[in-house]
């Protein structure tokens, strides 16, 4: 090109050429802009328009109402009670610092609260209220309402927190309910419902496994609000759904009964409708006051049940094992008279069993017995020798049909299940032999027995029925299925008939229904916790609480026509026939009785003091007094 | 051209194809800023309309302008233009502070905005002295490079990325017409792959962001990506027929930034949908061939180049606005002429479209023999 020489006529060849290159470039271009718009304005049309309407629409949340659990007949278990609380609406207040100065006078909010506000209230949007004060008492929610209109931008509402109306006596059984934690809001892919002020999720118990169904569909406010927050229009509100009520089995009455019998024991009671496997009551005292939780709960609160060896803070009925003891015999009795044992045979009791070098003893010396008088009189040396005579393969079955070690699937996190051993089990656990001493300590439920009251409640349901009787809570969900127990209903009739003669000549004599025409068969059971000797076993007050033995009783009525199992396991109560039979006996009169049985329990609740409540109140002051800490205000009605 | 004995022949005259296709333009910005105004002539649809028929009408007033006038006028107008940038510059070292504008009373003036014109003009005359034999020289390209070199630096320190660039691509544009070797175009394409990192270093924190935001448009949604995101959401909710006059949400909630300048052509779109930024294209793009005609036509070569070059910068504003705004390019603060409301921009293009005028004038009015 170089030596070529450029004329006049190369220029204009070579601008019309260029021409044409730009312009294709620009129609190109064109081109590619129309392509561009044409893909997001149709391709992508639906997500650009969800997210300007997302951009556009905004929810001013209204927290559902949280469903009710009611107890069979209906009657309210967990219910909302009206509560006063106080907004700040940020985009409408005015002078700020002074509002939230006169707030603070009007409902005396502490510093920490007030530091709070004003945090929230700098992070906030414009339309998003930010929680003043919740459950604010009636005469400082007037004082606010007076002064509306020297206070812009402050919003007193109505709400709702939860209510408990048997209070302590529904704890274990219901949980509580409390603000969302910041895991459980990233768990539930921040929900934003979980952070408006005054909304509480279940936490523990029925309030957290029920949570789904409790807690309903957030409705709200629909506003269109600018880039800046602020509000344009109201939209058509989104209206909210309460959450579902849940009907549960209990029959609330007979629960707070129960729960008020047990009185300052440690203890759980399980009452059961033996024909479709109902629980009617399932109280475990002591307990938290879920009242106080959905509250919110202070440090001094928290320690003070964290402190109790009573463990306040465990459900008793599922989350605690215990020896079954003596009741585990009737079981017993029945695998023993399915292995062909002969129920006349005689056993001669002399109070003391020799295996290899170890004596295993029995409460007292019983001399010649035969099954009936074994279970009665619960001697223990007549079920040593037949179980080593029938084996432990035999054993462990049959018991294990009755209901122990069993999973029952209720709704509750967690439950712990508990073991029957039997030498296969031995082996896989810990790598050993099973032996004889293991199926002595198997055959009157020591050793590697471990149960569960709401077990027990289940083996007294099916040694009455004879049918596999699964425990139930939920009213709403089918009853399962009761099949036929693998056991002869000739060896069922012979031990329900000494199960009577438990309550009407035997160990827990002390236990007989004060009802006319209805009678109680049961089996008491003492449970071993540690080593100690006969006398110090006699005597009670020698032992420490905790060195004592745990207390059952298991029992079915009425005996020739079963309708209701009950059982309980009273933490070191000591002789099973002493503490825990006489809880069974009033809580079962109450459902024959009420009468009688409100009668009985006031004067016991007199013997240790007063009224749970009260009860509770000295407790908590004393603990209070004992830990340096100022009294608590009376508390408002 | 409207032939008729009624209408006298001054007005007949006129290329009214295109007077009415910018006027279009304009009266469709007009509507969409009224919008944008959450239904109001206030405060920018009525001052817009001010603005423009001023312009019009020193454009059609320019269109008597004869050529030689224009030629005349090229170099000084460059000169003028670039010391009002220095001027701008010094100002702006004074008050420690970036300057674009140069306060004049009663008017401010953006002599960035002077220079588009300018140095097509500039560009154009010096390529028609330069010999035809001498084109593939080194002296027909470095003078050029200087000429539009410096004004381009110096738009680019005050700082304005998107003038600096619509400038270089006015001016390469006629440098590519005049007939400059290949190379001299391939080998900065490939210098630029070399170049870019580094310059990337030499930018204010605000461009870096913008750039880093282009290419990764996701990765600051709430802070740079902000005006991108929100700019494709208004284009892709407005669907196909769009979501109706006054009814776009993203422009009338302030979700979309620079809802009525930069981003003018996001809220048009949310309201009048595919079909109003297609007719709105379409029409941008009659305007630019009818001035790329007019340098076909010219029969002096500082007319075809001056024509080609003023048709391309209304053409390089709208292409990198438009693809600012669908996502397609950096954030860099070019207005969609005659539609966003601002002044120097349609002062800008009325300017180019002045010019044109006159230059399509010449070709009917002045005889091939003279």
Known sequence: MKHMRITTVHQSITFSRRMMLLGGAQAAVGGLLVGRMGWLAIAQNEKYQLLSESNRVQLIPVPP????????????????????????????????????????????????????????????????????????????????????PELPGVAASQGFTRFYPAGSAVGQLVGYVGPASAAEYEKENKNPLLLIPGVKIGKEGLEK?????????????????????????????????????????????LHEYAARRIGDQSAAVVVMDVTNGDILAMPSMPSFNPNDFSDGISQNEWKMLSDNDHLPLVDKALESLYPSGSTIKPSMALALLNAGIDRKQIVNCSGAFQLGNHTFHCDKRHGPVDMDAAVVHSCDVYFYTMCLRVGAEKLSPMVRSMGFGEKFDLPFETQRYGTIPDPEWMMRKYHRKWQGYDTVNMSIGQGMVLINPLQLATMASRLATGKRVIPRLLKNKPVAPQTQLAVDEDHLAFIRKAMWGVVDHGTAATAKLPLSGIQMAGKTGTAQTHNLSASERGDYTSATWKLRDHSLFMAFVPFDNPRYACAT????????????????????????????????????????????????????????????????????? | MITSAIIPRPLAKLPWRLIFLV????????????????????????????????????????????????????????????????????????????????????????????????????????????????????????????????????????????????????????????????????????????????????????????????????????????????????????????????????SHLDYLPEGHTDFVFATMAEEWGLVGGVLLILAFALVIRWGMRVSQNARTRFAQLAAAGLSATVFFYVAINLMMVMGLAPVVGVPLPLVSYGGSAVMTVMLCLGLLMALERQQRTVSRLI
Not at chain 1, 221 to 236: C, F, P, Y
Not at chain 1, 580 to 596: I, N, Q, S
Request: glycine letters at 10%; charged letters at 20%.
């Open chain 2, 23 to 250: 006027t279009g333009i304009a009266m469709f910005g007009l509507v969409v800023l009224y919008s944008a105004a959450g239904g109001s002539m206030h405060p920018w649809a009525i001052k817009q309309a001010m603005v423009f028929f001023a312009f019009l009408a020193i454009a059609v007033a320019m269109s008597w302008m004869r050529e030689s006038t224009i030629k005349a006028i090229a170099f000084p107008l460059y000169g003028m233009t670039l010391v009002m940038l220095l001027g701008v510059e010094a100002l702006g070292f004074v008050s420690k502070g970036a300057q674009r504008w140069l306060d004049l009373g009663p008017i401010k003036l953006q002599p960035s905005e002077f220079m588009k014109p300018a140095i097509v003009l500039t560009l154009a005359r010096f390529y028609e002295l330069v010999p035809v034999a001498e084109i593939r020289k080194w002296r027909a390209i470095w003078p050029a490079m200087l000429l539009l070199g410096v004004p381009a630096v110096l738009i680019l320190v005050q700082p304005d990325l998107g003038t600096c660039i619509v400038v270089l691509l006015c001016g390469v544009t006629v440098m590519f017409l005049a007939g400059l070797p290949w190379w001299f175009f391939a080998a900065p394409a490939a210098a630029f792959a070399v170049v870019a990192p580094i310059a990337y270093g030499f930018m204010h924190g605000y461009q870096k962001k913008r750039i880093d935001t282009f290419l990764n448009p996701d990765s600051d949604p709430l802070g740079a990506g902000y005006h991108i995101a929100q700019s494709k959401i208004a284009i892709g909710s407005g669907g196909i027929w769009g979501k109706g006059f006054l009814h776009g949400s993203q």
């Open chain 1, 209 to 253: 496994t029920l949570e789904p169904v409790l807690r309903g569909e957030p409705g709200g406010q629909r506003v269109e609000v600018t880039a800046r927050g602020k509000l344009v229009k109201e939209l058509d509100p989104k209206p909210d759904r309460s959450g579902g009520t849940v009907q549960l089995t209990i029959d609330a009455d």
């Open chain 1, 65 to 148: 109402r949280r469903g009710w659990l009611i107890d069979r007949n209906g009657k309210p278990i967990a219910i909302n009670k009206a509560s006063f609380r106080v907004d700040l609406i940020p985009q409408q207040l005015v002078n700020g610092p002074q509002i939230i100065s006169k707030l603070q006078q009007l409902l005396n909010l502490p510093p920490d609260e007030v530091e709070r506000i004003t945090r929230e209230l700098s992070q906030s949007r414009g339309f998003q209220p930010v929680s003043v004060a919740d459950n604010v008492p009636y005469e400082q929610y007037a004082a606010i309402t007076v002064r509306m």
């Open chain 1, 569 to 637: 396991i009273v933490e070191h109560g000591g002789f099973g026939a002493a503490v825990a039979a006489p809880l069974v006996r009033d809580t079962v009169t109450f459902l024959y009785d009420k009468p009688k049985a409100i009668a009985a329990l006031q004067a016991f609740e007199q013997s240790i003091g007063g009224t749970l409540a009260e009860r509770e109140a000295r407790k908590e002051a004393a603990w209070r007094q004992a830990n340096g800490l100022p009294p608590l205000p009376p508390k408002q009605a």
